[in-house]
């Protein structure tokens, strides 16, 4: 095995043009490719989870509150009542899941492996990749999706779509929904930080509270939808074991490694004509065991994609 956690034995990251060449020429050639992707993507397409973004939709709870930021956020209101609870909540994923990010990442990425056989395994929760095109079949979201909600026990292993919830929530603070989606505030409404009690889910099997669809302890619901999902992941990876492939890591960081990061680093190893390729701002790194195998390019990833 790899000195995963062992800087010392990791190749150092590169740039420049010819790292970005032998990236083009690795899509050129591979018969298939496996994206991985972590938060870092959608932060370059532009989902901040603070500074401006966070004030403009969350200028109320912050003043109250004083959260420093929307994911800390997240935890903090857990205490609170469940009708506040939820008007934050409802925000959280109105802007994160049913909003479009600012910047073309995604549909950049999609541009690249349009044309070859692709799947997408992701510890991103916030529906980027259907949004921007990509093919749901090829997708495991391995963490959970903003757009879903479970049991908090949970009694049952369903999850349940919120986008018609959600929609009424953010509306009843006051928000309304222009015709790209945006939210925004009509001049002279105060917004409400609380939403009708009617609108508070419960489990329709329990009547437990709902919680959010995302691993976060061992109450994660793993629903019909994520094993499917998670076959066809496995059924692409046999598929492919013996062929040319290019195993894509895109800005993952070091919060739960050993979903795409370790797997990659290991079936390179394994795989004679694997290659990877990671892309990321500050960690651009490969294991010396895989360095011959390697391209690793140093940088903001809608730049680098830009020059592909």
């Known amino acids: 095995m790899f000195g995963f956690h062992n800087f010392n034995t990791q190749k150092p990251s590169h740039t420049g043009e010819d790292s970005v060449k032998r990236l083009k020429q690795a899509l050129a050639d591979c018969d298939a490719v496996v994206i991985g992707a972590g938060a870092g993507l959608s932060t370059s397409a532009g989902f901040t989870y603070s500074g401006e973004r966070f004030e403009r939709y969350f200028h109320d709870f912050i003043e109250k509150y004083r959260l420093p930021d929307m994911y800390s956020g997240g935890f903090y209101v857990m205490r609170l009542p469940p009708e506040e609870l939820w008007a934050y909540w409802s925000r ?24 070859k056989d692709y799947f997408v395994l992701t510890t991103n929760v916030d529906h980027c990749f259907q949004k921007a095109g990509f093919d749901k079949h090829r997708l495991f979201y391995t963490q959970g999706d903003y757009g ?40 002279g409404i105060t917004l409400k930080m609380t939403v009708p009690t009617e609108l508070v889910p419960l489990c329709p099997v329990c009547g437990k509270p709902m919680s959010m669809n995302l691993r976060a302890d061992d109450t994660f619901v793993e629903d019909e939808g994520w094993h499917r999902a998670a076959e066809r992941y496995s059924d692409f990876l046999r598929r492919h074991q013996n062929g040319k492939v290019l195993f894509l890591e895109t800005a993952v960081g070091w ?18 004509r694997a290659t990877y390729a990671c892309l990321n701002y500050g960690e651009a790194y490969a294991p010396e065991e895989i360095a011959g195998k390697s391209i690793c390019i140093d940088g903001d990833i809608g730049e680098i994609l830009n020059q592909l």
């Open 148 to 187: 879903l909600w479970q049991c908090s026990v949970p009694c049952h292993a369903k999850t349940y779509d919120n986008a018609e919830t959600v929609r009424a929530m953010v509306e009843a603070q006051g928000f309304v929904i222009a015709e790209d989606g945006a939210l925004t505030v009509p001049e």
């Open 92 to 115: 959280y994923i109105y802007v994160n899941r049913c909003m479009n990010p600012p910047k073309p990442v995604y549909e950049k990425l999609l541009e690249l492996v349009r044309e």
């Open 255 to 272: 919060n739960t490694p050993g979903i795409v990061k370790y797997s990659f680093w290991r079936m390179v190893k394994e795989w004679q």
